[in-house]
């Protein structure tokens, strides 16, 4: 039987048992923010920094994140490796922490993030201090130069951000997966909880969800559903569920009962 307690999600040291990851954008109104962290019980939660009120105001977001939750902030924005190690460094300045999610986008067109300035800023920012969760483009090469530099975790998108297709990207991640010790969270496309089973079922070790909770007609009970979703993937990949068969299989035996009886 499979513990709970058993299979956290560890990242740089520090234990988690939810595998949900939740981001904050296009949330039609904040409060909806703290009901889904309630709902789904996810332990981190992703903000821009451009969307924290540094003056702590009355609808500054980090008021409705609890405190046990730990922050991650993105970099979002940031077009290089300069310009998201001086999003992070102002976080820290700000209170947020050191948990940083490396987003470097300099495509207008498609939001591909841009790995090499991704692995630049890495490595800047783990000698810095931060512990660094870099979102990427699927790539072996890429995933195993931003675990050299001491990157916490591997964030490859599953389809285009925002686009609720699901991923895409299947086979590269399976290869991170099979390949790269740190955790690889994915990040950037999942439109349905199925999708992120499929996930989970593959062997990744978490999935960060933002648009699909955040634009749904009921954000809180999306939220849930996810967490389920994350849940019974997970439990499914640890069962060691068998693989698909190119045939028909019974599960009964067709022989011994009807063709015996003369």
């Known amino acids: 039987m499979i513990s709970k307690k058993s299979d956290s999600l560890i990242i740089a040291g520090k234990k988690f048992q939810s595998r949900f990851l939740l981001g904050t954008g296009k949330f039609r109104n904040k409060s909806d923010v ?5 709902s789904s019980g996810t332990q981190i939660v992703t903000v821009a920094l451009r969307r924290v009120d540094v003056e702590r105001h009355e609808e500054n977001i980090l008021k409705y994140i609890p405190k046990n939750v730990t922050l991650l902030i993105n970099t979002s924005g940031a077009r290089n490796a300069k310009e998201a190690v001086r999003i992070a460094h102002l976080a820290k300045e700000s209170g947020c922490g050191n948990w940083i999610k490396i987003e470097v986008i300099n495509d207008s067109k498609y939001l591909l993030p841009d790995n090499f300035e991704t692995i630049k800023a890495a ?7 931060f512990i660094v969760l870099p979102y990427v483009s699927p790539d072996l090469n890429v995933a195993r130069e931003l675990v050299k530099v001491g990157s916490s975790t591997v964030m490859p998108l599953g389809s285009l951000i925002g686009s609720r297709q699901g991923i895409r990207t299947k086979e590269l991640i399976q290869i991170l997966i099979d390949e790269i010790d740190v955790p690889i ?20 070790d978490a999935v960060l969800i933002n648009t699909a909770v955040a634009t749904a007609l009921d954000p809180v009970a999306a939220a849930k ?9 997970r439990l499914a990949h640890l069962s060691g569920m068998a693989q698909r068969a190119a045939s028909a299989q019974a599960s009964s035996p067709l022989t011994g009962f009807l063709y015996e009886q003369s």
């Open 34 to 38: 703290k009901s889904c962290i309630n």
């Open 123 to 129: 490595e800047q920012l783990v000698k810095d201090g």
């Open 185 to 204: 969270i994915v990040d950037a496309g999942i439109g349905a909880p199925s999708q992120a089973a499929e996930a989970m079922e593959m062997g990744a």
């Open 225 to 233: 559903s996810f967490a389920l979703a994350i849940t019974a993937g």
